[in-house]
Nanobody, 111 residues
Framework: QVQLVESGGDLVQPGGSLRLSCAASASIFSIFYMGWYRQPPGKQRELVARIIDSGSTNYADSVKGRFTISRGNATNPVYLQMNSLKPEDTAVYYC?????WGKGTLVTVSS
């Protein structure tokens, strides 16, 4: 089973930007689903953005126009560019690829 490790989480001021990365323990050559989810403090995990094997992307309404999900390579399969960050974006962010999950990276948006 492939292990995933997220990175790029940090403390950032409102309006700032971060780029999250997702590293895989082994090369993944056939990807049918990948995405980013987040779990805000005290809330359930929710979809942020995803790419399905057709190449189509979906975003949560709350991040449309601010976040961009993109494909990487076999060992770093997916990225999440986050711009114009808001305090409500504060959460632990998880990547998922073909049903495998990372342990998350914390994003804190605060002045």
């Amino acid at each position: 089973q492939v292990q995933l490790v997220e990175s790029g989480g940090d403390l950032v001021q409102p309006g700032g930007s971060l780029r999250l990365s997702c590293a895989a323990s082994a090369s993944i050559f056939s990807i049918f689903y990948m995405g980013w989810y987040r779990q805000p403090p005290g809330k359930q995990r929710e979809l942020v953005a995803r790419i399905i094997d057709s190449g189509s992307t979906n975003y949560a309404d709350s991040v449309k126009g601010r976040f961009t999900i993109s494909r990487g390579n076999a060992t770093n399969p997916v990225y999440l560019q986050m711009n114009s960050l808001k305090p409500e974006d504060t959460a632990v962010y998880y990547c998922t690829v073909n049903g495998n999950w990372g342990k998350g990276t914390l994003v804190t948006v605060s002045s």
